[in-house]
Every structure is written in C-alpha cells, then in structure tokens.
C-alpha cells in the first residue's frame, strides 16, 4: 500500500529577487559558541565561534503585511584564520579584513560597520528537496554616484535568541559528554 504525500506545515515565504543589490549592514548577533562536529560526519565536536551579519535590502516583501524589506543573513565561523570564509566575504568591500596582519584588529570594530551600505551578490541555490537557499554570495563597494541605504524598522528576530540559547544548550550538553 502506497502511503500518501506528507502535508506541507511549513509557509512558502517569497524568495529576494537573485542578482547585485544594495544591502545595509544592521545589525551583527554574535559571537557565539556551538558545538561543531568536523570534519562532517566524522563524529568529532569542536567547539566554535560563530557570528551571524544582518542585512537589509531595498527589495520589499510581497508576503508581509507591512511590506517591510527583505532581511537577510550570512552566517560564519568567527575566524580570521586562512581558510575561514568571514574575511574573504568582507575583504570584497573592507580589505583590512583580508590582510593577515590587521584582519584580527578588525574583527573586533566589526560593529563600527552596521549602517554601512553595500552591493551584495544574492544568488539562488537549490537544496535537498528541491528547496530554494536565498544566500549572498560576495559584497562589493557602491558603484560611484549610488546612495547609501538607511536601515528601516528592523528589531532582531526572535529566531536570533532561540539560536543562540539552543547552540548554548548544545554546547553544555557535548561538554558534559
């Protein structure tokens, strides 16, 4: 007997348009530590140091009653070591972040740059699923001539708070282990 497709319980949210786009900087949440088992699969935990950037785009939402702006996130191992993705993400617009010598001083004024406006490459990628990721790809400087953005009604989602407290959780858990 063939069982029937599972129903869906989770809301198809509007995906941010794929291509170059203006994105403010509002807001950093982290550092935080989790667990993390590496290499993948292997089932050794280390402990990391994780930090999520907060983006805010032009592009409005079509799903939220408020047509408030997409938000968007970019999490990363809070690293400057050579083969963390943190500093070549941020290295496209600020490139004390890639040079070695002055790359750890400037993790630690990261949150001078909330405010800043920057072009982010959105791209589309697909999952397991057949679920669409909404991710950004790079971060370049404004063209010439372009206007900084101005954040707009953001507060930090409850979701920010959960993750933070379930990845402490986490963490106490693996080092009573």
Known sequence: MALPKPQRTTKDFAKHPA???????????????????WPKGS??????????????????????????????NTQHTYSVHENATLPKFL?????????????????????????TTVLGNVVHKPGDGGKVYVNIASLAPLIKGMAPLTAVGYT??????????????????????
């Open 91 to 115: 290295g496209g617009v600020w490139p004390e972040f890639v040079v070695p010598a002055t790359a750890e001083e400037a993790l630690t004024h990261l949150d001078d740059k909330v405010g």
């Open 156 to 177: 930090r989602a409850k979701f920010w708070t959960d993750k933070l407290a379930d990845d402490a959780a986490g963490l106490a858990a693996w080092e009573q282990e």
């Open 43 to 72: 089932g050794i935990k280390k402990p990391q140091q994780r930090i999520a950037l907060i983006w805010q785009s032009q592009e409005i939402r079509p799903d939220d009653e408020l047509h408030g702006r997409f938000e968007l």
């Open 19 to 37: 291509g170059m786009t203006p994105l403010v900087l509002v807001d950093i949440v982290g550092p935080w530590m989790r667990a993390n088992e």
